[in-house]
Each structure stands twice: as C-alpha cells, then as structure tokens.
T-cell receptor, first 113, second 109 residues
Framework: GAGVSQSPSNKVTEKGKDVELRCDPI?????LYWYRQSLGQGLEFLIY????????KSGLPSDRFSAERTGGSVSTLTIQRTQQEDSAVYLC???????????FGDGTRLSIL | KNEVEQSPQNLTAQEGEFITINCSYS?????LHWLQQHPGGGIVSLFM???GKKKHGRLIATINIQEKHSSLHITASHPRDSAVYIC???????????FGKGTHLIIQP
C-alpha cells in the first residue's frame, strides 16, 4: 500500500488479556515509531526502530509493553495483562530513515473493559 | 527531556482571518514538525523544518532556533482548516517526537 497500515483499527478486550497491534510501514522506510494518544496524556513516544533493532525503548511505560520488528518491515506492539489505563489510540509512523519526515498510520483504538 | 508548549490551546476565528499558532521548546532540537489532526481522523505531517521558513499553499511555518520558537500561520483561513494543530520536536535526548498538547482551531463560516 501507499501509506502506513495498522491493524486492527479497533480492539476491545477485557482487563488482564494480552493484545497484539500490528504496523505495516511504507515500503523502503527503515525507521519505524510507535506512539500513544490518550485523553489524559496527549501524544507520547513509545519506541523507535531503525531496521530491526530498537535503539530507543525509553517511552515504553512498563515491562508489560514490548515490541518487535522483523525483516525490517512489519512491527508488532504487544501489551500483556492489559489494564484500563492502557486504553488509548496507538499510532505507528515510519520514515525513510531516522530524522526524516514521518508518515502516520490511522492508529488502533484500544479499549480495555 | 524536552518540554514543548503551544499557544493558544483553543482558537476560534472567522473565515478569512489570518491565524497564528505558536510553539516553544526547552532544549535544542534537530527538527520541528507541525502536524494536523482532524476530528476522528489520522495525523498528517504539514511541515518538518530545522531552520528558516517553509510555505505550502496557505500555510507558512517559521522557526527561530536561537529563540527555541516556531510559528504556524494560516492565511485566508477556511472552515476546512478546522482541526487540531500539533507541534512536535525531534532531538533533545529521544529518538522519537516529543509533542505539544495541540491547538484546537475552529474556523467559522
């Protein structure tokens, strides 16, 4: 596709369940970012990938959050033992390389019941 | 950690007015982004700049690196410009963007 693709677009799950969010970046983009947008916190950075490695995980809020990227392309963000405060829109962005303009996906709206 | 402040938080104006949104940050950066988000919509990058001024259609973005300040201007504003405008900076210790809280802009016909 031409843009950053995220799936699912919406996810509703019960507290305590694990969830996996997927991001398919623009083809050829080596840099990939995960962000979170919540009512109380606004937009915040979670993790940055350059290729398959994650040199900056500083934004992950707890050890329940993890992310991986394989083949320098698709990335998954996993939240284990979800809590209600995890409810937010999770956004993925990619760029040709770090420091270049970022292109955002439409996000995954996660609701924890 | 970089602190990004935007003003105003909310702005309502009449169609045709000249709009200015301001952004200031606390630590030196490599680049600053202006983003647009429509209600219920995704985020679109309007500008990325590290110095000087950029123009795209009715939108103009300026940055003063010494003052750690940027402005986004909209000329001849139109109701379709109604959106949240977000300033975000790259650098200052993190590899991802640090965001301002956004400016909610409403342009009335």
């Amino acid at each position: 596709g031409a843009g950053v693709s995220q799936s699912p677009s919406n996810k509703v799950t019960e507290k305590g369940k694990d969830v996996e969010l997927r991001c398919d970046p623009i083809s050829g983009h080596t840099a990939l970012y995960w962000y979170r947008q919540s009512l109380g916190q606004g937009l915040e950075f979670l993790i940055y990938f350059q290729g398959n490695s994650a040199p900056d995980k500083s934004g992950l809020p707890s050890d329940r959050f993890s992310a991986e990227r394989t083949g320098g392309s698709v990335s998954t963000l996993t939240i284990q033992r979800t809590q209600q405060e995890d409810s937010a829109v999770y956004l993925c962005a990619s760029s040709y390389r770090g420091g270049q303009p970022q292109h955002f996906g439409d996000g995954t709206r996660l609701s924890i019941l | 950690k970089n602190e990004v402040e935007q003003s105003p938080q909310n702005l309502t104006a009449q169609e045709g007015e000249f709009i200015t949104i301001n952004c200031s940050y606390s630590v030196g950066i490599s680049a600053l982004h202006w983003l647009q988000q429509h209600p219920g919509g995704g985020i679109v990058s309007l500008f990325m700049l590290s110095s000087g001024k950029k123009k795209h259609g009715r939108l103009i973005a300026t940055i003063n690196i010494q003052e750690k300040h940027s402005s986004l201007h909209i000329t001849a504003s139109h109701p379709r410009d109604s959106a949240v405008y977000i300033c975000a900076v790259l650098g200052g210790g993190a590899d991802g963007l640090t965001f301002g809280k956004g400016t909610h802009l409403i342009i009335q016909p």
